[in-house]
Structures are given as structure tokens and as C-alpha cells.
């Protein structure tokens, strides 16, 4: 018998969902010391750690995961994410704010409530050109949602090359800066969805805000960290950039005193853009361990040296 312990906020639904999935040799405990796999958020995982010493896989409920990859921290346990249920999700929050700003959704309701009969002409985003910085199984997915509006589809990687989808793919040149400058020429969109690493911090710089043409707008569902803010609130005030979408940022909660409150043309979400649903979760902690027990490799594994 496997023992597992879920450590979640909503752990009584993630408990109900399993046991209703009448897995083979499966035991729901809430001792730290027998639980062998472990469920939930990685913060709360990570304070658990030095109890959870008969861990040995360990189901993260978010896809980042950055609490447990402090190298201070053990590492011997198989980490896994929830790297594939995010998509739609995204899919929807990304692509409703594309709309919303080609549609000019928001000088339709201004000059409603200003009984104005405004005939601006929206745009469209047939023919635009997005830039996925990051083609992980988000950006494959986002990339999916562009052609079906007609879209051309840039995406910047590592090294992948796995979504169809994507018309031309970019990578980092032997300095790290080339292919990035290529990959952000004329692009009418950039969408971040890259993970928290050190190769990510701060990407999205004053030179990459440069380069893009003044209409162009950025939306950052990945990782804070990858936008340098000051260089953004700039390029906005300055009107270098049409607009910024933001659901994530370096420090958060934002604190009340950051200049992106006030900086024209940015539109902030408070890390929304995909909550982690406990029936989605359930479904990858499900497959995962079927594979688990016939001792199969598992999906979605987090390799502790690259973060993700």
C-alpha cells in the first residue's frame, strides 16, 4: 500500500476527487513521516520537507515550482508539474485580451457612457504576427489558438522545435542576444511564457523593448522575473510600446507604491491568468500514477538544474 499526503488549501476536494478515482493500492494519510507521494502546493511542500522523509515523488499542483528548486533544499525525490493543463486557460485569458484591445473594446464602453455614437474602426488579428517567447505546452497551445484567427506565429526557444503550429522558430545565437533581436522583428505581439530561471531573468530588457515596433503590445502570463519593469514602465510612458499586459511580476503582491499602477496603456491581472482546478490536477496525479506503479517513467517531470 502507497501512502500519500495531500498538503493544498483544497486539500478536502483533492481528497474526494481521488478517492472517487479508486486507485489501486493507494492510502490517503496525513502523517508526514509515512507518505511516500506527496500532492499539493510547492510553498507547502517545501516547508513540509524535513518531515516527508519517506518521499519519493512529489506531484506539484502548480506548473512552477520554484519553492522546492532551492539547491540548499533536498533533491532526492522525482518532481513532477502540472505542465499540460494550462492551455486552454491561457488560451482564453491571452486571446481575450487581444481582442479586447483590437476590438477597442474600451472606447466602445467610454463612449457609451458618454452617449457618443463612435464609429472607430477595429482592428483584426487575422494576418498579425505573434511572438511566443517560450513554446512549451502552453506556447504550443497558444500557437494552436493563433491560427484559428489567422494569425503568423513566431516562437523563441531553447532548443524544441515540437509544435507545427509555429511558423518559424528562433533560438539563442552563441552570445544569447542575436537570435532573440531576430526573433522580435515586427512582431505585432510578444507573449512570454517562460518558466523562472536564470536564463530568463530579465529578457524582456530595454534593448528587446527597442526593437519592437512602437504598435506592438506585450502580455506576460509566464514568470515575473522575465520582464525588466522599469525598462517597461518606460518604453510605455514614452510611448514606445501600443500597450502591456501583465499577470505577473517580480514582487507580488505589487506594492502599492509601484509606478506600474499609475503607467498608461498597462492592463494588470493579479496572477489569474490560469488557476490550477482541482478536477484538472486530479486528472494528471491520476495518470501519472498509473505509470507510477507499473514503474514507467512519469509525465511532466521537472529537472531540478533547468527549473523546469
Same mark, same amino acid.
Given at each position: 500500500?502507497?501512502?500519500?499526503?495531500?498538503?493544498?488549501?483544497?486539500?478536502?476536494?483533492?481528497?474526494?476527487?481521488?478517492?472517487?478515482?479508486?486507485?489501486?493500492?493507494?492510502?490517503?494519510?496525513?502523517?508526514?513521516?509515512? +507518505?511516500?507521494? =506527496?500532492?499539493?502546493?510547492?510553498? =507547502?511542500?517545501?516547508?513540509?520537507?524535513?518531515?516527508?522523509?519517506?518521499?519519493?515523488?512529489?506531484?506539484?499542483?502548480?506548473?512552477?515550482?520554484?519553492?522546492?528548486?532551492?539547491?540548499?533544499?533536498?533533491?532526492?525525490?522525482?518532481?513532477?508539474?502540472?505542465?499540460?493543463?494550462?492551455?486552454?486557460?491561457?488560451?482564453?485569458?491571452?486571446?481575450?485580451?487581444?481582442?479586447?484591445?483590437?476590438?477597442?473594446?474600451?472606447?466602445?464602453?467610454?463612449?457609451?457612457?458618454?452617449?457618443?455614437?463612435?464609429?472607430?474602426?477595429?482592428?483584426?488579428? #487575422?494576418?498579425?504576427?505573434?511572438?511566443?517567447?517560450?513554446?512549451?505546452?502552453?506556447?504550443?497551445?497558444?500557437?494552436?489558438?493563433?491560427?484559428?484567427?489567422?494569425?503568423?506565429? #513566431?516562437?523563441?526557444?531553447?532548443?524544441?522545435?515540437?509544435?507545427?503550429?509555429?511558423?518559424?522558430?528562433?533560438?539563442?545565437?552563441? /552570445?544569447?542576444?542575436?537570435?532573440?533581436?531576430?526573433?522580435?522583428?515586427?512582431?505585432?505581439?510578444?507573449?512570454?511564457?517562460?518558466? #523562472?530561471?536564470?536564463?530568463?531573468?530579465?529578457?524582456?530588457?530595454?534593448?528587446?523593448? /527597442?526593437?519592437?515596433?512602437?504598435?506592438?503590445?506585450?502580455?506576460?502570463v509566464g514568470r515575473g522575473n522575465a520582464v525588466d519593469e522599469l525598462a517597461l514602465e518606460k518604453a510605455?510612458?514614452?510611448?514606445?510600446?501600443?500597450? +502591456?499586459?501583465?499577470?505577473?511580476?517580480?514582487?507580488?503582491?505589487?506594492?502599492?507604491?509601484?509606478?506600474?499602477?499609475?503607467?498608461? /496603456?498597462?492592463?494588470?491581472?493579479?496572477?489569474?491568468?490560469?488557476?490550477?482546478?482541482?478536477?484538472?490536477?486530479?486528472?494528471?496525479?491520476?495518470? /501519472?500514477?498509473?505509470?507510477?506503479?507499473?514503474?514507467?517513467?512519469?509525465?511532466?517531470?521537472?529537472?531540478?538544474?533547468?527549473?523546469?
Amino acid at each position: 500500500m502507497l501512502n500519500l499526503i495531500i498538503l493544498s488549501r483544497d486539500a478536502d476536494e483533492y481528497r474526494a476527487l481521488i478517492e472517487k478515482a479508486h486507485l489501486p493500492d493507494l492510502n490517503i494519510t496525513t502523517d508526514y513521516t509515512q +507518505a511516500e507521494i =506527496v500532492v499539493g502546493e510547492p510553498k =507547502v511542500i517545501q516547508e513540509a520537507l524535513p518531515r516527508l522523509s519517506q518521499a519519493k515523488w512529489v506531484q506539484s499542483i502548480y506548473a512552477g515550482v520554484e519553492p522546492l528548486l532551492d539547491p540548499a533544499q533536498r533533491r532526492d525525490y522525482l518532481l513532477t508539474n502540472a505542465r499540460s493543463v494550462f492551455g486552454e486557460l491561457m488560451s482564453e485569458y491571452v486571446f481575450g485580451y487581444l481582442l479586447f484591445l483590437e476590438k477597442k473594446m474600451l472606447d466602445r464602453m467610454e463612449a457609451q457612457e458618454l452617449r457618443e455614437w463612435r464609429r472607430t474602426e477595429p482592428g483584426t488579428l #487575422r494576418g498579425k504576427t505573434i511572438g511566443l517567447l517560450g513554446v512549451g505546452s502552453i506556447g504550443a497551445h497558444l500557437a494552436g489558438t493563433a491560427k484559428h484567427f489567422g494569425m503568423k506565429v #513566431r516562437g523563441f526557444t531553447r532548443e524544441s522545435e515540437t509544435s507545427t503550429d509555429v511558423d518559424k522558430y528562433f533560438h539563442p545565437s552563441i /552570445n544569447g542576444q542575436n537570435g532573440l533581436m531576430e526573433f522580435t522583428q515586427a512582431l505585432d505581439y510578444l507573449v512570454c511564457v517562460l518558466p #523562472r530561471t536564470e536564463n530568463t531573468n530579465k529578457i524582456v530588457d530595454a534593448q528587446l523593448l /527597442n526593437a519592437l515596433p512602437h504598435h506592438a503590445v506585450i502580455v506576460n502570463v509566464g514568470r515575473g522575473n522575465a520582464v525588466d519593469e522599469l525598462a517597461l514602465e518606460k518604453a510605455l510612458k514614452e510611448g514606445r510600446l501600443s500597450a +502591456a499586459v501583465l499577470d505577473v511580476f517580480e514582487k507580488e503582491p505589487v506594492p502599492a507604491e509601484h509606478p506600474f499602477w499609475s503607467t498608461p /496603456n498597462l492592463y494588470m491581472t493579479y496572477h489569474t491568468s490560469a488557476i490550477s482546478y482541482p478536477e484538472d490536477i486530479t486528472r494528471v496525479f491520476i495518470e /501519472n500514477y498509473l505509470l507510477y506503479i507499473e514503474g514507467k517513467p512519469l509525465k511532466y517531470v521537472v529537472d531540478f538544474e533547468r527549473g523546469y
